[in-house]
């Protein structure tokens, strides 16, 4: 990634680190003051990280360890609550297991930082990664990101916390991160230094909703029904401001750091006079970016378009990127049975949002990678030759297309 | 660093409260809730709120002090109130704790000592909370109270049977049939008395009942004033669900006390201390009451026969006559050669009123 004249403005160095150090490294240079851990592969690096950095003095918070991701989610909130800057996480079961503690920090508009380090849901025992434990926030008012590398990693922490942190927003943001994959594997990672934060951060101010005796207020009290739909368009419409606090914090963040790609909510990848565009989130990209390459050496008009931010959805995006073409092709790495078409959650989403265009093109579905099976460059040939044929015709295609299942399955 | 710091810093200045001219007259829990008339629970939460003053957050589990305590518009809470999730009280109070701590430490609050009080029903504090309550009973670097209010049932979903509800008792789950008589047929647990066993280093565990109050105030004001992360544990009587009429509800309280079926105790850093009537009776200085005089006024224990009062009374005899430490240490024996302890105990706390001693103790009025 090029290093531009206004990086220089701010000191950083190369380190060659893992996406989960990367999250540490972000999380020491925010200041955080208190996070919650407990094990589960693979996200729990990050805190082995942190920990580390805390015994060496060069972090000054309190990690505490829980006996389950329930109390782990549940001590952030309540950390958060007091106008502690707080940070957590978790993977596959474990985030399901913590699920009614996440569902309620969203709905008390706390800003909680966490990392998903996405894992299949047991059983069978599957470690590999898969985005059914994230997406099952994707209805409750989290703000959801979807990594794809490690630079990406540590800038998209300090923006995590500048945006769920804003006034306008205040909804809590859970970064992404496909396990093994980014994880674990080492990239390059441009670590800036304090002041790079202290410029692009301010601290931390819940105002009048501060839990503390200074301010005796009475916080998740009973509503039922004479309140809670206000509540609830009220988090809804933070979701929506969200999208411009996201686009102007990401602005400013480029400007300090001297990188990142133009478009605040979906990466684009040789699209511009694309007949097909794949679609996929996280480290897919990878692959899809080689065999578009490819494909384009044999003359096949393919792009790549990667979403980022799932939550908010990016459909104004994905309206100006998509219309007009031949055919898109999802790839979801998750699965979401008995849904339309028997597709993925991205494929639905992505339906939705090209649904009114006049020239809205087919969208065909593609489930891939699940469980931590590698998605080859083969794959992706294979997945470009089906959405070609499915999009000339076979159009009334009732289902998406698995790929690289072994034998017969039904 | 906090995480390796060993003792907690910064414990309030609360004063032992010897007589009832002691209790500060300001509420901190004051009209605007709607729990049944007679309820002790509530009757606690005035009690804790007065003891533990204004510089106070309460964090509360669903449960009846949830639902029917904190309706929007009509919160009874003067102090800070926040709601936590129903198994979550003690990781609540450790992030709350946490959470001053640090911003203390970085100087973005000023440095005091805050209260982190948090509340649990029987229900999601010693079943499903309970796990979260041990965890934080081993962050001794924070200093938080967690408040068990044993009403004996998951009251506010209706009278469920939860693993403290008396043996034998009709809930919703476990109603008396015509085939079979009893069917909450497990044994109340003994939560703090576990907790005691399993947390060598919480400064401070209590066993109290609400309906003696200034016990109840002075156990919140030691547990608060040794610090750390703190238990104590509430046995407070509820009309609705032990079926009886609301105004025998400090009556009832104080017969489960005489009864012995359940004993007043703290264990203050290490000390175990027995309490008012507890105390007599392990002295020998009172003689407990039948535990049918308990029993018999309560609807839930109505289709009792006499071979289960008998059964009831012989459990209980057992936890007075048989155990090393009564009320406490369900061991019968020690080993060969090993010592029994002695029958020794140490003097009520920094000198408060030994509440109960003196006979029926102070009267107090329903909320
Ligand atoms: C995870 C979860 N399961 C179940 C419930 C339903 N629920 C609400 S209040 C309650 C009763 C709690 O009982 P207890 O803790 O004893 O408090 P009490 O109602 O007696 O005051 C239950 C089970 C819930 N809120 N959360
Ligand atoms: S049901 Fe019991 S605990 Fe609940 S409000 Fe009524 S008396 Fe209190």
Redesign the pocket.
């Known amino acids: 990634m090029a290093v531009t004249e206004a990086s220089k403005r701010f000191a950083q160095h190369e380190e060659l680190i893992t996406g989960t150090e990367a999250v540490a490294q972000a999380l020491r240079l925010a200041d955080v003051d208190v996070m919650a851990g407990y094990p589960i592969r693979p996200y729990d690096s990050v805190m082995s990280a942190v920990a580390k950095m805390i015994a060496n003095g060069q972090m000054d918070a309190d990690f505490i360890i829980a006996e389950s991701e329930h109390s782990q989610f549940e001590i952030v909130k309540h950390a958060s609550a007091t106008g502690a800057r707080v940070f957590v996480g978790s993977s596959g079961v474990g985030w399901m297991y913590a699920m ?1 503690a996440i569902v309620v920090t969203a709905a008390l508009r706390l800003p909680v930082v966490a990392l998903v380090g996405n894992r299949a849901l047991d059983d069978p025992g599957a470690f590999g990664v898969e985005h059914n434990d994230a997406l099952a926030v994707r209805d409750a008012g989290w703000l959801l990101y979807w990594v794809a590398e490690g630079q990406e990693a540590l800038d998209t922490t300090f923006l995590a916390y500048r945006v769920a942190e804003d006034a306008r927003v205040s909804l809590p943001c859970a970064l992404s991160m496909d396990g093994a994959f980014l994880t674990h594997s080492q990239h390059l990672v441009m670590v800036p230094e304090k002041d790079l934060v202290e410029a692009f951060l301010p601290p931390y101010d819940l105002k009048k909703r501060r839990f503390h005796p200074d301010n005796p207020i009475s916080i998740a009290p009973q509503y039922n029904e004479d309140w809670v739909m206000e509540t609830r368009k009220q988090s809804d419409a933070a979701m929506r401001r969200a999208r411009g606090v996201i686009a102007e914090a990401y602005e400013e963040l480029r400007r300090l750091t001297g990188r990142g790609d133009p478009n605040p909510f979906v990466e684009t990848y040789r699209i511009e006079d694309a007949d097909y565009v794949l679609i996929g989130m996280g480290t897919v990209a990878m692959p899809i970016k080689v065999a578009v390459d490819q494909m384009r050496e044999r003359g096949k008009r393919v792009g790549f378009l990667r979403i980022k931010w799932f939550r908010p959805f990016p459909d104004e995006e994905l309206r100006h990127f998509l219309h007009g073409r031949k055919g898109v092709g999802v790839v979801d790495r998750d699965y979401s049975y008995g849904s339309t078409r028997h597709g993925g959650a991205v494929y639905n989403e992505v339906r939705s949002a090209l649904y009114d265009l006049a020239d809205r093109p087919p969208v065909i579905g593609f489930i891939a990678g699940l469980g931590g099976r590698e998605v080859s460059v083969e794959d992706v040939f294979r997945i470009q030759e089906q959405l070609e044929r499915s999009a000339a015709g076979d159009l009334l295609a009732e289902s998406a297309h698995w790929i690289g299942v072994r034998g017969p399955v039904e | 660093m906090a995480i390796t710091e060993a003792r907690p810093a910064g414990r309030p200045d609360l004063a032992p409260i010897r007589t009832i001219r002691d209790v500060p007259v300001e509420e901190f829990y004051t009209s605007g809730h709607r729990t049944c008339q007679g309820c002790h ?1 509530a009757l606690l939460m005035k009690y804790l709120a007065k003891a533990a003053g204004p510089r106070t957050v309460t964090i509360g ?8 305590n904190t309706s929007y518009y009509a919160t009874p809470w003067v102090i800070p109130w926040m709601h936590t ?3 979550a009280t003690g990781a609540a109070v450790i992030g709350a704790a946490a959470g001053y701590a640090v911003q203390q430490r970085k100087g973005k609050l000023p440095e005091e000592p805050i209260n982190v009080i948090g509340i ?10 309970l796990s979260a309550i041990s965890a934080a009973l081993q962050h001794t670097q924070y200093n938080a109270l967690i408040i068990l ?3 004996e ?5 209706d009278i ?1 049977a ?1 693993g ?1 509800t008396p043996w034998g008792a009709v809930t919703a789950f476990t109603p008396s049939g015509t085939v079979r008589r009893i069917t909450q047929d497990r044994w109340k647990k003994n939560t703090p008395a576990m907790l005691v066993a399993g947390h060598p280093e919480a400064r401070y565990i209590g066993s109290a009942s609400a309906a003696f109050g200034v016990d109840v105030m002075n156990k919140i004001r030691t547990a608060l004033r040794v610090g750390g992360p703190t238990y104590l544990h509430v046995h407070d009587a ?1 009309p609705k ?1 032990w079926d009886f009429d609301p105004r025998y509800s400090r009556e009832l309280g104080q017969l489960a006390v005489e009864c012995g079926v359940v004993p007043l105790w703290e264990v203050v850093e290490g000390e175990l201390r027995y309490n008012g009537i507890t105390r007599q009776i392990v002295e020998g200085r009172r003689k407990r009451k039948p535990v049918r005089e308990y029993l018999m006024r309560q609807g839930r224990f109505a289709h009792f026969t006499e071979d289960d009062i008998e059964y009831f009374q012989s459990k209980v005899d057992e936890m007075w006559e048989k155990w090393i430490l009564p009320g406490f240490l369900p061991v019968a024996a020690l080993p060969e050669g090993l010592p029994r302890p002695g029958r020794k105990l140490a003097a009520p706390a920094d000198g408060a009123v030994d509440e109960g001693a003196a006979g029926e103790g102070a009267g107090e009025a329903a909320p």
């Open positions: 009614e | 629970s589990a669903t449960g009846c002090m949830y639902v029917a999730q129903l198994g649990a029903g029987d229900g999601g504090g010693a079943d499903m909370g209010y044993d009403n049932s998951y009251a506010n979903t469920q939860s403290s509820c669900g």
